[in-house]
């Protein structure tokens, strides 16, 4: 439910950030090149918007995605606006866009490999472990991660 409603509302923001990019960044800003840079950020935050969405719903159990996209999301997208805006007072925002960048690629394959990780999430990782708590890999079903793939793929086909 909380990965459903950051979705919406991530993509929501991402359509109100675009619209603020192409119609009242320009009067601020000059340079094409920062204003291109708000347009990526917002597309890259609105297609993963959407992969959420898809992860919530093909693979509910998968906090591994569901956490990377929106890490990803904010870290990338987050960081880039703030460089746009005021490249000298986020200057020490620079390496994060790369982190986030690969919170989505994780994101990704975390999706497509659904079936096969542990399902440990990752909050337990930062807690003190539970005896006799799973830590097996699930059965791996071919069809479910054809189809799980194929619908997520054709969602980002729709944005592009």
């Excluded at 619209?19 to 094409?32: E, N, W």
């Excluded at 297609?47 to 998968?62: C, D, F, G, T, W």
């Amino acid at each position: 439910m909380a990965f459903w409603m950051t979705g919406c509302l991530y993509g929501a923001s991402s359509v109100m950030l675009g619209a603020f990019g192409a119609h009242g960044l320009k009067s601020r800003i000059s340079d094409p090149a920062r204003i291109a840079n708000w347009g990526t950020a917002a597309h890259y935050q609105l297609i993963h918007s959407v992969a959420l969405l898809v992860a919530e719903q093909a693979a509910p159990k998968n906090i591994w995605a569901k956490s990377l996209f929106t890490v990803g999301m904010t870290m990338f997208s987050g960081s880039i606006y703030c460089l746009v805006l005021d490249p000298q007072r986020f200057k020490f925002m620079g390496p994060v866009t790369p982190l986030g960048g690969v919170c989505l690629i994780g994101g990704w394959v975390a999706l497509a490999f659904v079936e096969l990780l542990p399902t440990i999430s990752p909050r337990d990782l930062v807690s003190a472990p539970q005896p006799g708590a799973p830590t097996t890999f699930s059965t791996v079903s071919t069809a479910s991660l054809t189809s799980n793939a194929s619908m997520v793929l054709d969602m980002t086909m729709q944005l592009l």
